[in-house]
């Protein structure tokens, strides 16, 4: 069974410049997770989605940052302007269902701004 | 607040040496709390899931066990392959769905 699937694996840019992420989730999981990590840290939820509904962004700078979950399956994250404090890996995970259900995660993108 | 302290930082162990990790954690109310393994460049990987005090869970050269306080991540005549960043995290009560991650034990392994 394929595993959570992320694009870019790597993204080098410009402050000030635009950027976005893509995930595909597990097939069938309900509940999709972008989470930020920095060097040395563990992974910061940014936004959940279940199904195609943002259930809790509180934790995503919303100036800045944007996601989207057309139809229920792949995601989309933006940021637009990108700062220098932006560098991190932005992770995507799924899950059947919210709750305890187990996060199954992506290889993340590995954003860098210059 | 939740949270969620990993120690040690860091841990170098001879191939065979046996050691334990530590995940102490201040939750209200715990719904899960979880082991994840991260190699470099790669997501994490989820080990396990333990939900009460008392439960123990194994997968081959690795016990977790879970208290009121905290849990341990045991790892059994490691060998070189052991060598990753092990996280836990938890899952609160009244945070549905949200994980709140320690900054993980990174775990060296020589031969």
């Known amino acids: 069974e394929a595993g959570v699937v992320q694009s870019p694996r790597y993204k080098i840019i410009e402050k000030k410049q635009p950027v976005a992420f893509w995930c595909n989730p597990i097939s069938g999981h309900n509940t999709l997770y972008w989470y930020l990590q920095n060097l040395g840290q563990g992974p910061e939820l940014l936004i959940r989605?279940?199904?195609?509904?943002?259930?809790?962004d509180s934790q995503l700078p919303k100036d800045r940052f944007s996601a989207e979950r057309l139809k229920g399956v792949d995601s989309t994250l933006k940021i637009q302007p990108a700062e220098l404090g932006d560098s991190a890996v932005y992770l995507c995970?799924?899950?059947?269902?919210?709750?305890?259900?187990?996060?199954?995660f992506g290889p993340g993108t590995r954003l860098t701004v210059l | 607040e939740d949270q969620v302290t990993q120690s040690p930082e860091a841990l170098r162990l001879q191939e065979g040496e046996s050691s334990s990790l530590n995940c102490s954690y201040t939750?209200?109310?715990?719904?899960?709390l979880f082991w994840y393994r991260q190699d470099p460049g790669k997501g994490p990987e989820f080990l396990f899931t333990?939900?009460?005090a008392g439960e123990e869970k194994e997968k081959e050269r690795l016990k977790a066990t879970l208290t009121k306080k905290e849990s341990f991540l045991h790892i059994t005549a490691p060998k070189p392959e052991d060598s990753a960043t092990y996280l836990c995290?938890?899952?609160?009560?009244?945070?549905?769905?949200?994980?709140?991650f320690g900054a993980g034990t990174q775990v060296v392994v020589t031969p």
């Open positions: 989605y279940e199904n195609e509904e943002a259930v809790d």
């Open positions: 995290a938890v899952q609160a009560g009244d945070s549905w769905g949200k994980l709140q």
């Open positions: 939750v209200s109310g715990l719904r899960g």
């Open positions: 995970a799924s899950s059947l269902d919210g709750g305890s259900d187990t996060q199954y």
């Open positions: 333990l939900y009460s």
